[in-house]
């Protein structure tokens, strides 16, 4: 069974840094793991994801503002926000895909507000 259970978020002032970690359970390795947010009134939207190998993918929106990477020892992936934007408020959501399902987190709030 696969869990996925995503911390580290909180409120932030424009600029600031916030560090996201999912911890996922069931699967691991061999998946590809990825970032989604969703904002008030929006869709869920793409924000980076990470191969087994260490492949990273971004939304333009997020480039050269986030990194994603992952621990396979620890089974957890990480996401490091920097210079943050008040249009980077959202629910972050952690997701995988295993055999054409897909798996995601609880969510955690990101506030970027002064």
């Known amino acids: 069974q696969v869990q996925l259970v995503e911390s580290g978020g909180g409120l932030v002032q424009p600029g600031g840094s916030l560090r996201l970690s999912c911890a996922a359970s069931g699967i691991f390795r061999i998946n590809a793991m990825g970032w989604y947010r969703q904002a008030p009134g929006k869709q869920r939207e793409f924000v980076t994801d990470?191969?087994?190998?260490?492949?990273?993918n971004y939304a333009d929106s997020v480039k050269g503002r986030f990194t994603i990477s992952r621990d396979n020892a620890q089974n957890t992936v990480y996401l490091q926000m920097n210079s943050l934007k008040p249009e980077d408020t959202a629910v972050y959501y952690c997701n995988t895909v295993l055999r054409s399902t897909p798996y995601w987190g609880q969510g955690t709030q990101v506030t970027v507000s002064s």
């Open positions: 990470i191969s087994p190998s260490g492949r990273t």
